[in-house]
């Protein structure tokens, strides 16, 4: 089943705001707004916002003029008032609908993409079916350490061979990817939080010339491996974000 997101600007700044497309994977936006400029948020008027999306290769297309809660047609308002429900039964409703799919999939079409997963919570059959549905083709361990008895299936060797056999995806360990031994104890033994402790971890992954080193040894279809079960506070996110700032020909996308 395909997903479809929908989010507000508010008074979210534009960086807040691509952080959001990008930490739920968002390749293409359809801009519902009947009127797209903002006077006290203007980093959110459409020519700006197309701009930027581009920049970040996310697709976009305004669909207001179908899609909006203002509309032409009487028939559509009760008492001076527009009613939604009657707007989604319209004709000009269906085309705009129509019009998004069309644009998402040509959006989507030209990007290379990278994922990334976390194995617990997870049971084997569940981590091995994601993967294999997405199209993975290799997976690219990013943890520190890969041997704990407390992986399960997710142990170094064995995850290589379950990869190779169920699957027939190819295993790397690129532990430097991962943040330092003193870094992680750092946070785990939360005496940081995670906005220091990503900050510390972008500026190591500079500090280690990944732009120059391993950057470019990221391959389509490839999927960043780490332990959590979810992106937003794994170091898997930060390296995949990383990544992008440097490859804007890739798209994210967090297998859960």
């Known amino acids: 089943m395909k997903t479809i997101y929908t989010i507000g600007h508010s008074t979210h700044t ?48 305004y669909l207001g003029d179908c899609l909006g809660p203002r509309i032409d047609d009487p028939a559509c308002y009760i008492n001076g008032k527009a009613e939604y429900n009657l707007i989604a039964e319209t004709d000009q409703f269906a085309q705009g609908i ?3 799919n069309r644009f998402r999939i040509k959006g989507m079409s030209d990007m290379d993409t990278l994922f990334t997963i976390g194995f617990t919570k997870k049971s084997a059959r569940q981590f091995f079916t994601l993967l294999q549905t997405a199209g993975v083709r290799r997976l690219v361990d990013v943890r520190l350490h ?9 142990k170094k060797n064995d995850l290589a061979y379950f990869l190779e056999k169920i699957c027939g995806i190819d295993y790397i360990h690129l532990p430097q990817w991962a943040p330092d ?25 500079k500090q280690r010339d990944m732009d120059k080193t391993e950057v470019p040894r990221i391959k389509d279809k490839d999927c960043l491996l780490c332990s959590e079960h979810e992106p937003e506070f794994c170091h898997r996110r930060l390296a995949a974000e990383y990544i992008l700032s440097i490859r ?6 967090h297998l859960q």
């Open 14 to 61: 534009t960086e807040e705001f691509l952080h959001l497309l990008n930490l739920y994977a968002i390749t293409a936006v359809g801009d519902v707004r009947s009127s797209p400029y903002s006077r006290f948020n203007p980093q959110f008027n459409r020519e700006t916002l197309q701009k930027e999306l581009k920049a970040c290769r996310i697709a976009y297309v």
């Open 146 to 154: 890969n041997a704990s008895q407390l992986a399960g299936f997710a």
């Open 248 to 253: 804007p020909d890739m798209a994210i996308v």
């Open 181 to 205: 031994q003193a870094l992680l104890d750092l946070y785990k033994k939360k005496k940081a939080d995670f906005a220091w402790y990503a900050k510390t971890y972008q500026a190591l992954l």
């Open 98 to 100: 129509s019009r998004f």
